[in-house]
């Protein structure tokens, strides 16, 4: 099994330049996340998926938009990426919420100019 | 509101000798408390967690946490340091079906 992968793992884009991190699962879980990581800040959630066919939204939200494709992809896009957005982004699955634990994809470092 | 704090950026430690990485938390309710650890470029990795029952829990590679409800804190316990043990650790929340809340990390550092 690979567990959570993430494409791609580094990108360098412009302001206001749009893109999409696609994350896939392959251990049949039915939730995911979308979290930013940086420095000094811990992790903080931007999006997540509870189950196939809900999104819901995180701490910090703005600027993202997700979609929860099937049971495996859960895809976060910006649309029109600004500086603040330099982030390292990391997917996650749980089995499903609850008291479960999550399972990390190796992340993708963004760099917004 | 839950939230997690982690009071010390950076703990050193010398090989061999015990390590202690603290965490206290606030939750109305029960909580749910984890411990993830990652190294250098890459992401979390599960180490333990609390659910209910006994107050002392064992996880992956050595390493325990003990819950204690009255002083709010989770911290994570190692007997015997390892230079491999070098990395940023994660404290982190929840309670029920709410979102988990991570603390801002730890970075562990031992020394040969």
């Known amino acids: ?113 | 509101a839950q939230s997690v704090a982690q009071p010390e950026d950076q703990v050193n430690v010398a090989e061999g000798n015990p390590l202690t990485v603290k965490c206290t938390y606030s939750v109305s309710g029960n909580p749910y408390l984890f411990w993830y650890v990652q190294y250098p470029n890459r992401g979390l990795q599960f180490l333990l967690k609390y659910i209910t029952g006994d107050n002392l829990v064992k996880g992956s590679y050595g390493f325990e946490a003990e819950f204690n409800k009255s002083q709010t804190s989770f911290h994570l316990k190692k007997p015997s340091a390892l230079v491999s043990d070098s990395a940023l650790y994660f404290c982190a929340v929840k309670r029920g079906y709410s979102t988990l809340t991570f603390g801002k990390g730890t970075m562990l550092l031992v020394s040969p």
């Open chain 1, 1 to 113: 099994n690979a567990g959570v992968t993430q494409t791609p793992k580094f990108q360098v884009l412009k302001t206001g330049q749009s893109m999409t991190l696609q994350c896939a699962q392959d251990m049949n879980h039915n939730s995911m996340y979308w979290y930013r990581q940086d420095p000094g800040m811990g992790l903080r959630l931007i999006y997540y998926s509870a189950s196939e066919g809900t999104t819901d939204k995180g701490e910090v939200p703005n600027g993202y938009n997700v979609s929860r494709l099937n049971k495996r992809e859960f895809s976060l896009r910006l649309e029109s990426a600004a500086p603040s957005q330099t982030s390292v982004y990391f997917c996650a699955s749980s089995p499903r919420d609850g008291t479960y634990e999550q399972y990390f994809g190796p992340g993708t470092r963004l760099t917004v100019t």
